[in-house]
């Protein structure tokens, strides 16, 4: 794919040894060639969403509580038990030591799939899980499977009561305060909530083993108050007792209503090949909440539901798991950009089939977001296949960037280009950020809700998605006077934090989000020669590891000084590089360093080994590990050095 090396620009950079512009060009041949072969017919790149144990366990539960034909309920269970850690626990990141939750979850599954309590690998979850309080400390979302098996009582719950529904969106209270994610997937349960379904099962495939205390499941597990919490956590306790009081005395007419009007919605927002969101939780628990409605498996909804969850499924070895999402779109538009940095030109023919097929992907019609941006016309790409209701603005900006920089013709297709920018500027929130997906999400009060203990009910705007709207600005043409990038400019100044980086929403973490905003500033023309890019880029290179590389570890999240920190990984090498380079600093020592880091350690098919989860789902809490990362960054990263080399 590259050039040759050029002697006159390498005796420029001496003191280095004569072979390495001659390697550094080979690897990006390599490189490139490799992500090449991962392209399907199609157009598109298409690789697996790793995220953990739970999401398999849930589709158990999911057959279970439907009935359905349990023929892949010991593939399922396989794959369960492969992931078990030596420990008994099941991870939610790679290297976390296992996590409470999954590891319930997980051993749940594995019950209700027939295995014995006294199973060996049952023995070790057991410990492991009473070791750390027991089942009664997992989270709402796990305490909801359980109740629905009658494992744990429903009053236990933190309810969202499905009147919720009835509250109009002009009045700031409605669900559309809450975020795409949130809302696809609450307004389900909340069905499944009013009407508290349990599926008794045999008491030996129960997991009452897993209690400190028999009176926990039903007796103590109830929201409460404490003085650890906020005063905010606290009144939505207090809250929450009144609404549980409530449930026992609706209104009939007023449930019915509530009840009919979130079925609509719910039947509304299932896509014709029957998805929800694009993502496992919504998906899951819509089919849930239509059957405690009285739809029956082979109805059409259903039927269709179900259909879609299996096209999540893959399978490996005899065992099947289920993935949290998929994400075509992504990385089709991320791996069109690393090719075109490494030198493919525009209009070649992988990537016109792969401009031909996102341009197909572009969502012409309104979603949810239309609700506080009603005049504004569609035009976004969303994350998956399928998800009309939901085009994010990640995902925009990254297409119209590859667009523009792939095709041969981008003039050819300047409406939807247009469509693209305009839709994201749109969506630009009154402090002058973008977020994921809607505009104004802003009420992060409502974090303190008890059922909300993922802590990510709310979409704000936040730095990589404001950055990445800047860079499609700016590689649209516009620049750092337009009005839009004026307001970017000044959140992204407002968000740094004093060591000079920026926290990353959407990677891990501050190597992500420091990479995103220099490459926004980059493309934009902010002058890069400012003291708080210059802060920013010592940051980076303080935080280098001792063999070149960088890396950032999960832990980072819910343990601030940890940020930076981590061992090294292709993907978070690559971030930290392209934002040295946009920096400025691509003759720096740091930046030769991290080049030679993965020219040194492309393996024999010219791909990277990774291992590490360096995708964010909810912060500290749904780690994602994407397994195109380690051929697409590094890629960028050595075709932007050679660039930037004079190569």
């Given at each position: 794919?590259?050039?040759?090396?050029?002697p006159a620009?390498?005796a420029?950079?001496?003191?280095?040894?004569?072979?390495f512009?001659?390697?550094?060009?080979?690897?990006?041949?390599?490189?490139?060639?490799?992500?090449?072969?991962?392209?399907?017919?199609?157009?598109y790149w298409?690789?697996?969403?790793?995220?953990?144990?739970?999401?398999?366990?849930?589709?158990?539960?999911?057959?279970?509580?439907l009935?359905l034909?349990?023929?892949k309920?010991?593939?399922?269970?396989?794959?369960?038990l492969?992931?078990q850690?030596?420990?008994?626990?099941w991870?939610?990141?790679?290297?976390?030591?296992?996590?409470?939750?999954?590891t319930?979850?997980?051993?749940?599954?594995?019950?209700?799939?027939?295995?014995?309590?006294?199973?060996?690998?049952?023995?070790?979850a057991?410990?492991?899980?009473?070791?750390?309080?027991?089942?009664?400390?997992?989270r709402v979302?796990?305490?909801?499977?359980?109740?629905?098996?009658?494992?744990?009582?429903?009053?236990?719950?933190?309810?969202?009561?499905?009147e919720?529904?009835?509250?109009p969106?002009?009045?700031?209270?409605?669900?559309?305060?809450?975020?795409?994610?949130?809302?696809?997937?609450?307004?389900p349960?909340?069905?499944?909530m009013?009407?508290?379904?349990?599926?008794?099962?045999?008491p030996?495939?129960?997991?009452?083993?897993?209690?400190?205390?028999?009176?926990?499941?039903?007796?103590?597990?109830?929201?409460?108050?404490?003085a650890?919490?906020?005063?905010?956590?606290?009144?939505?306790?207090v809250?929450?007792?009144?609404?549980?009081l409530?449930q026992?005395?609706?209104?009939?007419f007023?449930?019915?209503?509530a009840?009919a009007?979130?079925e609509?919605?719910v039947?509304?927002?299932?896509?014709?090949?029957?998805?929800?969101?694009g993502?496992q939780?919504?998906?899951?628990?819509?089919?849930?909440?239509?059957?405690?409605?009285?739809?029956?498996?082979?109805?059409?909804?259903v039927?269709?539901?179900?259909?879609?969850?299996e096209?999540?499924?893959?399978?490996?070895?005899?065992?099947?798991r289920?993935?949290?999402?998929i994400?075509p779109?992504?990385d089709?538009?991320?791996?069109?950009r690393?090719?075109?940095?490494?030198?493919l030109?525009?209009?070649?023919?992988?990537?016109?089939?792969?401009?031909?097929?996102?341009?197909s992907?572009?969502?012409l019609?309104?979603?949810?977001?239309s609700?506080k941006?009603?005049?504004?016309?569609p035009?976004?790409?969303?994350?998956?296949?399928?998800?009309?209701?939901?085009?994010?603005?990640?995902?925009t900006?990254?297409?119209?960037?590859?667009l523009?920089?792939?095709l041969?013709?981008?003039?050819?297709?300047?409406?939807?280009?247009?469509?693209?920018?305009?839709?994201?500027l749109?969506?630009?929130?009154?402090?002058?950020?973008?977020?994921?997906f809607?505009?104004?999400?802003t009420?992060?009060?409502?974090n303190?809700?008890?059922f909300?203990?993922l802590?990510a009910?709310?979409?704000?705007?936040t730095?990589?998605?404001?950055?990445?709207?800047l860079?499609?600005?700016?590689?649209?043409?516009?620049g750092p006077d337009?009005?839009?990038?004026?307001?970017?400019l000044?959140f992204?100044?407002?968000?740094?934090q004093?060591?000079?980086s920026?926290?990353?929403?959407?990677?891990?973490?501050?190597?992500?989000?420091?990479?995103?905003?220099?490459?926004?500033?980059?493309?934009?023309?902010?002058?890069?020669?400012?003291?708080?890019?210059?802060r920013a880029?010592?940051?980076?290179?303080?935080?280098?590891?001792?063999?070149?590389?960088?890396?950032?570890?999960?832990?980072?999240?819910?343990?601030?000084?940890?940020?930076?920190?981590?061992?090294?990984?292709?993907?978070?090498?690559?971030?930290?590089?392209?934002?040295?380079?946009a920096?400025?600093?691509?003759l720096?020592p740091?930046?030769?360093?991290?080049?030679?880091?993965?020219?040194?350690?492309?393996?024999?098919?010219?791909?990277?080994?990774?291992e590490?989860?360096?995708?964010?789902?909810f912060?500290?809490?749904?780690?994602?590990?994407?397994?195109?990362y380690?051929?697409v960054?590094?890629?960028?990263?050595?075709?932007?050095?050679l660039?930037?080399s004079?190569?």
């Amino acid at each position: 794919m590259g050039g040759k090396a050029n002697p006159a620009v390498a005796a420029k950079l001496r003191p280095v040894p004569d072979t390495f512009f001659t390697r550094l060009a080979r690897a990006v041949d390599r490189a490139g060639d490799a992500l090449l072969r991962l392209q399907h017919p199609e157009g598109y790149w298409w690789a697996e969403l790793e995220s953990n144990v739970s999401i398999t366990a849930e589709y158990v539960m999911l057959h279970r509580f439907l009935g359905l034909d349990g023929s892949k309920i010991p593939r399922m269970a396989a794959d369960i038990l492969n992931r078990q850690l030596p420990n008994g626990g099941w991870s939610i990141w790679y290297g976390d030591g296992g996590e409470l939750s999954a590891t319930v979850e997980a051993y749940f599954a594995l019950k209700l799939a027939g295995l014995s309590p006294e199973d060996e690998p049952m023995v070790r979850a057991r410990n492991f899980i009473l070791a750390r309080g027991g089942a009664l400390k997992t989270r709402v979302f796990t305490r909801i499977f359980l109740a629905l098996f009658g494992q744990v009582c429903w009053d236990g719950i933190p309810l969202l009561p499905v009147e919720f529904m009835l509250i109009p969106p002009w009045s700031g209270l409605s669900i559309y305060e809450f975020s795409s994610w949130t809302r696809a997937t609450v307004v389900p349960l909340m069905i499944i909530m009013a009407q508290r379904p349990v599926r008794f099962i045999p008491p030996e495939q129960g997991v009452a083993e897993l209690f400190l205390d028999p009176e926990e499941p039903f007796e103590k597990h109830r929201v409460t108050w404490g003085a650890d919490k906020s005063l905010l956590e606290n009144a939505f306790a207090v809250l929450d007792r009144i609404l549980k009081l409530y449930q026992r005395v609706a209104v009939p007419f007023v449930r019915r209503l509530a009840l009919a009007k979130a079925e609509k919605w719910v039947l509304e927002h299932e896509e014709e090949t029957g998805d929800w969101a694009g993502i496992q939780p919504a998906m899951l628990n819509s089919i849930l909440a239509l059957s405690c409605q009285g739809y029956g498996v082979n109805s059409d909804p259903v039927r269709r539901g179900l259909k879609a969850l299996e096209f999540f499924t893959l399978e490996e070895n005899g065992r099947l798991r289920l993935q949290s999402c998929i994400s075509p779109v992504w990385d089709t538009a991320l791996a069109v950009r690393a090719l075109a940095a490494a030198g493919l030109p525009p209009g070649h023919p992988a990537l016109e089939k792969a401009g031909a097929w996102l341009l197909s992907m572009q969502i012409l019609k309104p979603g949810d977001w239309s609700i506080k941006a009603p005049h504004l016309p569609p035009g976004g790409w969303a994350f998956e296949f399928v998800n009309n209701w939901y085009p994010d603005l990640d995902d925009t900006s990254v297409v119209v960037a590859a667009l523009k920089e792939a095709l041969a013709d981008p003039e050819a297709h300047r409406r939807a280009l247009e469509l693209g920018l305009n839709w994201c500027l749109g969506m630009q929130s009154k402090n002058g950020g973008f977020a994921s997906f809607d505009k104004d999400n802003t009420k992060v009060w409502l974090n303190a809700i008890p059922f909300g203990d993922l802590k990510a009910l709310v979409d704000p705007p936040t730095e990589d998605i404001t950055a990445r709207v800047l860079e499609m600005m700016g590689i649209m043409g516009y620049g750092p006077d337009h009005p839009a990038a004026v307001r970017g400019l000044e959140f992204i100044r407002r968000t740094q934090q004093p060591d000079g980086s920026w926290w990353g929403r959407w990677g891990v973490n501050c190597i992500y989000g420091t990479w995103s905003v220099l490459a926004g500033l980059k493309a934009i023309g902010e002058d890069m020669g400012q003291p708080y890019v210059h802060r920013a880029a010592r940051w980076l290179k303080a935080h280098q590891n001792p063999d070149g590389g960088w890396g950032e570890c999960c832990e980072c999240y819910p343990h601030k000084e940890m940020e930076g920190c981590g061992p090294t990984t292709a993907s978070q090498t690559a971030w930290a590089l392209l934002g040295l380079m946009a920096a400025g600093e691509a003759l720096a020592p740091e930046v030769r360093s991290g080049i030679e880091y993965l020219v040194n350690h492309q393996n024999d098919e010219g791909r990277w080994d990774e291992e590490q989860f360096t995708g964010t789902g909810f912060p500290g809490h749904f780690m994602i590990r994407y397994h195109l990362y380690r051929d697409v960054f590094p890629l960028w990263a050595l075709g932007q050095y050679l660039k930037a080399s004079g190569q």
